[in-house]
């Protein structure tokens, strides 16, 4: 827990979705000494967890009659839908709180909201950046959707105790909105960094004379301010896979094309990102979409150590 927040008293947590992220931050309420009931398709990834104050589910449902909050953390709108309406299923009427981490469609967290609504429970979005790394170490920040100010006071201290960040956007979807947004910004910083070494390389510059000039004159981005000292490392595990990736650039262009606004580059990092998926790099780590800049330049980008 950080050391700002004061410590909660034990709740009867549900958590659904047990990959990089949701398992990292299961194992941290059960270390606040919260009650868990757990469930992931992965029995593996339950067995992971199951111990003191952990219980296996055998379905949503029943993590659903077990806990007063319940968390998901999944990897499509469609999967979270699926969930969402197991889980309606038998917490109608119950006050109980669903709280969405997943990034998803801003019109389907409103629309499933307005169901959750006239159901008598309440429906929480909040998409989170800082990846596996950040919900192992709560450092990640809760970009916040909700349609219910004393709904989302019952769930901020939780999401307070697991990061670093927590911030209400406005009523749901637009927390999703805010997620897009940063994701918009973090994948264009690292593709036009990418362009700019493969040009540089390409033309025969030394890429780290380039960098360093770009840190002082103005142009870095936050990919070439640090990330881009790790060109060099290819396959690690994947935290955030290229597969993900293009899911939330195709969010981008779904939520912009609603909305009646152009976004060409999130298009373009779509179709960076598809065609990423069609060489074979999915399932790889967004670290590896070095790669892609590779195969298409026709020359491998490398960096020498800083002061070299």
Same mark, same amino acid.
């Given at each position: 827990?950080?050391?700002?927040?004061?410590?909660?008293?034990?709740?009867?947590?549900?958590?659904?979705?047990?990959? +990089?992220?949701?398992?990292?931050?299961?194992?941290? @309420?059960?270390?606040?000494?919260?009650?868990?009931?757990?469930?992931?398709?992965? %029995?593996?990834?339950?067995?992971?967890?199951?111990?003191?104050?952990?219980?296996?589910?055998?379905?949503?449902?029943?993590?659903?009659?077990?806990?007063?909050?319940?968390?998901?953390?999944?990897?499509?709108?469609?999967?979270?839908?699926?969930?969402?309406?197991?889980?309606?299923?038998?917490?109608?009427?119950?006050?109980?709180? @669903?709280?969405?981490?997943?990034? +998803?469609?801003?019109?389907?967290?409103?629309?499933?909201?307005?169901?959750?609504?006239?159901?008598?429970? #309440?429906?929480?979005?909040?998409?989170?950046?800082? !990846?596996?790394?950040?919900?192992? +170490?709560?450092?990640?920040?809760?970009?916040?959707? %909700?349609?219910?100010?004393?709904?989302?006071?019952?769930?901020?201290?939780?999401?307070?105790?697991?990061?670093?960040?927590?911030?209400?956007?406005?009523?749901?979807?637009?927390?999703?909105?805010?997620?897009?947004?940063?994701?918009? #910004?973090?994948?264009?910083?690292?593709?036009?960094?990418?362009?700019?070494?493969?040009?540089?390389?390409?033309?025969?510059?030394? @890429?780290?004379?380039?960098?360093?000039?770009?840190?002082?004159? !103005?142009?870095?981005?936050?990919?070439?301010?640090?990330?881009?000292?790790?060109?060099?490392?290819?396959?690690?595990?994947?935290?955030?896979?290229?597969?993900?990736?293009?899911?939330?650039?195709?969010?981008?262009?779904?939520?912009?094309?609603?909305?009646?606004?152009?976004?060409?580059?999130?298009?373009?990092?779509?179709?960076? @990102?598809?065609?990423?998926?069609?060489?074979?790099?999915?399932?790889?780590?967004?670290?590896?979409?070095?790669?892609?800049?590779?195969?298409?330049?026709?020359?491998?980008?490398?960096? %020498?150590?800083?002061?070299?």
């Amino acid at each position: 827990m950080n050391e700002d927040t004061p410590k909660l008293e034990p709740h009867d947590i549900g958590f659904i979705g047990l990959g +990089n992220i949701g398992g990292a931050l299961a194992a941290n @309420l059960l270390a606040d000494g919260h009650r868990l009931t757990v469930f992931d398709v992965d %029995s593996i990834k339950i067995a992971s967890l199951t111990g003191a104050g952990c219980s296996a589910a055998a379905s949503v449902a029943e993590v659903a009659k077990a806990a007063d909050v319940t968390f998901l953390s999944l990897p499509t709108p469609e999967a979270m839908e699926a969930v969402a309406d197991a889980w309606l299923g038998v917490s109608a009427g119950s006050g109980k709180v @669903l709280v969405d981490l997943s990034t +998803n469609s801003p019109s389907v967290v409103r629309n499933m909201g307005k169901r959750f609504a006239a159901s008598g429970a #309440h429906l929480v979005e909040a998409p989170l950046t800082g !990846g596996a790394p950040g919900a192992r +170490n709560r450092q990640l920040v809760f970009i916040v959707g %909700s349609d219910d100010a004393g709904v989302f006071a019952r769930i901020e201290p939780l999401l307070q105790s697991l990061g670093r960040g927590t911030f209400l956007m406005g009523p749901l979807g637009s927390g999703n909105i805010g997620k897009l947004a940063n994701s918009l #910004h973090a994948f264009a910083s690292m593709w036009v960094t990418l362009e700019t070494l493969a040009l540089a390389a390409k033309s025969g510059v030394d @890429l780290r004379r380039l960098v360093d000039m770009l840190r002082v004159a !103005g142009g870095a981005t936050p990919y070439l301010n640090s990330r881009v000292e790790n060109i060099g490392t290819r396959g690690a595990p994947a935290e955030f896979s290229l597969e993900l990736a293009s899911k939330d650039a195709g969010l981008m262009i779904e939520t912009g094309r609603e909305a009646g606004v152009p976004l060409p580059v999130a298009s373009a990092l779509h179709e960076m @990102l598809s065609f990423a998926k069609a060489q074979g790099l999915g399932a790889n780590d967004i670290s590896d979409l070095v790669e892609v800049i590779e195969r298409l330049a026709g020359i491998e980008l490398e960096l %020498s150590p800083p002061g070299s």
